[in-house]
């Protein structure tokens, strides 16, 4: 069983950063994808940006520029680093880890970007 834990989330200004971590139980992390969506009020959760094994990235063009995911597979962790935010980028943040045809979510962390 893979177990994920966020941390990072809070309030920021927009134009200001965060940085998300996601620690994750389990040795088989190191072959998995993980990843990072978001869920703003009212609407379907949505990728933000994911990583496989290899160090190959993927981002929804809403941040790219903006946002940068890296994995420690040494600390079981993935992290994503939030530049230049924007009220819209208001969300729950979900990590996500992905193996075969299994997925496990974390809790979620919130993100609160005020104008």
């Known amino acids: 069983q893979v177990q994920l834990v966020e941390s990072g989330g809070g309030l920021v200004q927009a134009g200001g950063s965060l940085r998300l971590s996601c620690a994750a139980s389990?040795?088989?992390?190191?072959?998995?994808?993980m990843g990072w969506y978001r869920q703003a009020p009212g609407k379907q959760r949505e990728l933000v940006a994911n990583?496989?094994?290899?160090?190959?990235?993927n981002y929804a063009d809403s941040v790219k520029g903006r946002f940068t995911i890296s994995r420690d597979n040494a600390k079981n962790t993935v992290y994503v680093q939030m530049n230049s935010l924007k009220p819209e980028d208001t969300a729950v943040y979900y990590c996500?880890?992905?193996?075969?045809?299994?997925?496990?979510w974390g809790q979620g962390t919130q993100v609160t970007v005020s104008s």
């Open positions: 996500s880890f992905r193996i075969l045809t299994s997925t496990y």
């Open positions: 990583i496989n094994s290899g160090g190959s990235t």
């Open positions: 389990g040795s088989i992390f190191r072959i998995g994808v």
